[in-house]
């Protein structure tokens, strides 16, 4: 299919327009404390053009954080579906992998891509702010594709 | 007649209106966004955020909520956008096609344009069926009443000395001490008009997520945005044209845009310094020191 200059334009603005909504699945906050740094002064996602939203209508990447727990469940399929797409879903931290040390537990299902499909992983526990930042920009760089 | 009508044309599309507001309205976005940043300690976004920003909503999926009438989905951020855009045009600043075109009366039709997209947003908040967007419109709806004190004084106040509601005779009215006192009553009105921080109730991410825009994505969110940007636009160019004096043999346009710059530091350097007030703390300030403004360059206007 050959590309437009609308298409290209799109992609480019995909690319350095990601927004992001955070939702915790269970976790032990210990990776929405390294989220929080990506927005402040050291780091500084905006030079990236990465906001984080409050609803995720308004999102690109959906940042899952936690082992995805019994209740969580419901909760993070429903947020997947509100998003429009194109969408991109990165799973930070180990727990959204495999569960991690709360894997084989009565209360938790273990492994988030059993419910969501996920296109990046960030291993860690946590990640450092430097590595959710490339998560991030290697999402908006799979958004622009999509 | 004709040419009338391309002339009109050519203000609502191109200059003063949808493109050149658009790219005007991205700029101003971005200055404001890299303002704060700095004044934050961070880096701030690069200058073409705000327009990939906005092609980037364009290019999303529309996702209708259920239960939401499609046509008030998509029909208030467009009733929004081309309120704005005509304002936009009806506003004599340099190179407007549509200048001669002014008639009397415009400046109350440019009032009640600049209205729309507050009334839109609070329609789009009741009609969402989010209790967070119901929230939102409930307190845009009421700080409208409080800002819209002292802006509708200070616009009224430079219509009585030209005698006139015609925009290009309230214009010509020669600068004064009315000038000052409509100017204190404006500058109390805008931060409230653009929702910056300490007046950023409607908004209030902490509070209620993103208030009337909670259930909006896609096209019709971008218009929203669109609309934002444009009324920001319109703000500084009904300031520069009405309550700025422009001195001989300095280009119209470098007017414009400094007092765009100066009006985005302003708002933006409060924004960064306050933290947001309670919906009756607003309220109170307005009826307090809105009207004391708004009553000075009444009186200012009576009596010179």
């Known amino acids: 299919m050959p590309m437009t200059l609308w298409d290209r334009l799109l992609a480019l603005a995909r690319r350095k327009s990601p927004w992001v909504y955070v939702v915790n699945a269970g976790s032990c906050n210990g990776c929405d404390i390294e989220i929080a740094p990506c927005f402040s002064p050291r780091y500084d996602a905006e030079q990236l053009g990465v906001l984080r939203q409050g609803s995720p209508k308004h999102a690109d990447i959906l940042l899952i954080t936690g082992p995805l727990t019994l209740r969580s469940r419901a909760a993070v399929s429903a947020i997947y579906e509100q998003m429009p797409s194109p969408k991109v879903v990165v799973a930070v931290g180990s727990c959204p992998a495999t569960g991690n040390v709360f894997a084989g537990s009565p209360t938790v299902v273990g492994g988030v891509a059993s419910v969501v499909p996920i296109d990046i992983y960030v291993p860690g526990c946590p990640p450092r702010p430097q590595a959710i930042l490339e998560g991030i920009a290697q999402a908006a760089a799979l958004l622009a594709r999509r | 007649m004709s040419s009338e009508v391309w002339r009109a044309g050519l203000a609502v599309l191109l200059w003063p209106g949808l493109v050149g507001g658009a790219l005007l309205s991205w700029l101003y976005l971005w200055l404001g966004r890299k303002l704060l940043a700095r004044l934050q300690g961070r880096y701030g976004p690069p200058f073409y955020q705000p327009c990939f920003d906005f092609v ?11 239960g939401v009438n499609r046509l008030l989905f998509y029909g208030l951020p467009l009733v929004a956008v081309i309120s704005v855009v005509v304002a936009l045009a009806l506003i004599p600043v340099p190179g407007n096609p549509a200048r001669a075109l002014s008639f009397t009366g415009d400046l109350i039709l ?21 209790l967070y967007g119901q929230v939102g419109a409930a307190r845009e709806a009421l700080l ?22 015609r925009l290009v005779d309230v214009q010509a009215v020669a600068y004064g001490p009315v000038h000052l006192a409509a100017t204190l009553a404006f500058l109390l009105a805008l931060p409230a008009r653009l929702k910056c921080n300490p007046f950023s109730i409607p908004n209030a991410e902490q509070e209620i997520v993103a208030g009337t825009h909670l259930e909006y994505n896609g096209v019709p969110l971008a218009l929203f945005e669109l609309a934002h940007g444009l009324e920001l636009v319109a703000l500084v160019n009904l300031f520069a044209a009405l309550f700025v004096p422009l001195p001989a043999g300095v280009p119209g346009g470098l007017i414009y845009l400094l007092v765009g710059v100066g009006l985005v530091a302003l708002t933006t350097g409060l924004a960064a310094a306050t933290a947001r007030i309670k919906l009756h703390q607003a309220f109170r300030f307005y009826w307090r020191w809105g009207a004391a403004a708004a009553v000075l360059a009444v009186v200012v206007a009576a009596i010179w």
Do not use: H, W
């Open chain 2, 144 to 165: 409208a009443l409080g800002y819209n004190l002292p802006f509708l004084a200070a616009v009224i106040a430079l219509a009585l000395p030209a005698g006139s509601f």
């Open chain 2, 110 to 130: 440019l009032i009640y344009l600049l209205e729309m997209p507050a009334l839109c947003d609070v329609l789009a908040g009741y009609g969402s069926r989010s």
């Open chain 2, 56 to 66: 980037k909503l364009l290019g999303k999926q529309t996702v209708v909520p259920g």
